[in-house]
């Protein structure tokens, strides 16, 4: 990346917002971030949220229409884990734990 794309992308990132739980729409955000990058994606999230059922990702459940590893961070001490696994278990990717959020 150039120099300004870095500012541009680190600026992007500085301006997210956590918002409530109920908000969360893991899904969503996976999807777009399959379209934007047709491969494999980073999901960083404490796994709470309304909107994903982590068995909707099961191969074996015939439910299962993403094609993308996702590699999961679960943050937080409030993490839900098994659903961060679960996601990553089910189209091929990783988990791995961050306790404190500060590092990312």
């Known amino acids: 990346m150039t120099?300004?794309?870095?500012?541009a992308a680190k600026l992007?990132?500085?301006?997210?917002?956590?918002?409530?739980?109920?908000?969360?729409?893991?899904?969503?955000?996976?999807?777009e971030a399959a379209?934007?990058?047709g491969g494999s994606v980073?999901?960083?999230s404490d796994g709470h949220n309304c909107c994903v059922v982590p068995e909707f990702f099961l191969r074996d459940s015939g439910l299962c229409s993403w094609?993308?590893?996702?590699h999961t961070f679960g943050l937080g001490s409030d993490?839900?884990?098994?659903?961060m696994y679960?996601?990553?278990?089910a189209v091929g990717g990783t988990f791995s734990f961050i306790e404190d959020h500060a590092v990312v």
């Open 86 to 89: 679960h996601i990553s278990e």
């Open 79 to 83: 993490l839900d884990a098994a659903a």
């Open 42 to 44: 980073i999901l960083v």
């Open 3 to 7: 120099d300004d794309a870095k500012a």
């Open 12 to 31: 992007a990132v500085e301006a997210l917002e956590a918002c409530t739980p109920a908000s969360t729409n893991v899904r969503a955000g996976l999807d």
């Open 35 to 37: 379209k934007v990058l």
């Open 67 to 70: 094609r993308a590893p996702v």
